[in-house]
């Protein structure tokens, strides 16, 4: 080949992946990846980070009947129950010898509200399915003296059975709570913190239930269990915006991201609201399960169990804003829920749903699960 056409052939295939450059950018964050902090021998869905960086998880009652509901983990690894032994004594094996009020029965998240404590949301419902009277709750750990100093107790108007309260997030001002109900029947559950009021709120609402017809999948493939019956998981994921205005959520077994005023929320405590008319639908994350906002960024981090991956969504482009992958890794089996530390390092839980019990027969009762943090 003559040397002209060689010059020009070079500058081609340049300037072609110059235009390349931006489209891999936008599909992945190539300096992100991630580290492992943790194994845990249960399985684990909920992390929080504390404000002295102090990192906490927990292990739902499902396929297992867990030794440990909340455990603070280690530099090292380790976990030990938090706050202390007592409050993790419960067992399915022992429900008529111990009281579920005081007790955790079926842990679903932990969050660290930013004051001092943290707060674990019982579901009370272990392997998702009959809830044990007065287990339904949310109990303030209070990190100083680790201790448990508060329990708000959530009678059948807030959990009624098939109810499963999810995940919970706490007003900027520190005196409400906001829970997502992930069971039969997707709702919101809004908590004033200081009397201990809460209503369920958006009960039936479209924006709180699967979205009929979707199929979730795993490895490529329809995730069902033994009886065909798929992933059927309601109002799940939750977060709050970076100026505390906006409250957003969604179903895993759906694609659409709503949001509300959190003003409207906190009124509907007080008296009858039609929150269904300020309920807005906030575009499309795809399948997702945990969702955060990070705090200085105001973006939105979701978790992709279809893909394997974190994905990052830019809020203030609006509606019209789509999430990007910003790590994508096979060891992110079923990427569950997310915390920011002190240092801004996000985490996220790996549970494994896809190879649990409920969707493979064979699969151990206690399921390896692990903690990660992005590097970027």
Known sequence: MPAFLSRLAASALSASVLLLVPAISLAQDAKARIEKVADFPHQVTGVTVAQDGRIFVNFPRWTEDSPVSVAEVGKDGSIRPYPNDEWNAWRNARKDELSAGDHFVCVQSVVADGRGAIWALDAGAPAQSLLVPGAPKLVRLDLASDTATRTIAFDESVAPQGSYLNDVRFSSDGRHAFITDSGAKGA??????????????????????????????????????????????????????????????????????????????????????????????????????????????????????????????????????????????????????LSEGPDGTVYVTTSRIQDSAFFKPAAPAALPTQLWRIVR
């Not at 199929?215 to 065909?228: H, K, Y």
């Not at 575009?283 to 399960?289: E, I, L, Q, S, Y």
């Open 188 to 337: 919101l559950v809004v908590v004033d913190l200081e009397s201990g009021k809460a209503v369920r709120v958006l009960d039936g609402d479209p924006s709180t239930q699967v979205k009929k017809g979707l199929v979730v999948e795993a490895d490529g493939r329809p995730l069902r269990r033994p009886d065909g019956r798929g992933v059927e998981f309601s109002a799940d994921g939750i977060a709050l915006s970076k100026d505390g205005r906006h409250l957003y959520w969604q179903a895993i077994k759906g694609d659409t991201l709503y949001r509300i005023e959190t003003a409207a929320l906190v009124a509907a405590l007080d008296g009858t609201v039609d929150l269904a008319q300020k309920v807005e639908a906030f575009g499309r994350n795809g399948v997702a399960d945990g969702l955060l906002i990070g705090r200085d960024s105001g973006d939105m981090y979701v978790t992709a169990p279809q893909d394997d991956a974190v994905k990052i969504r830019d809020l203030s482009a609006g509606a019209s804003g789509e999430p990007r992958i910003l790590v994508e890794d096979e060891r992110l089996r079923w990427p569950d829920t």
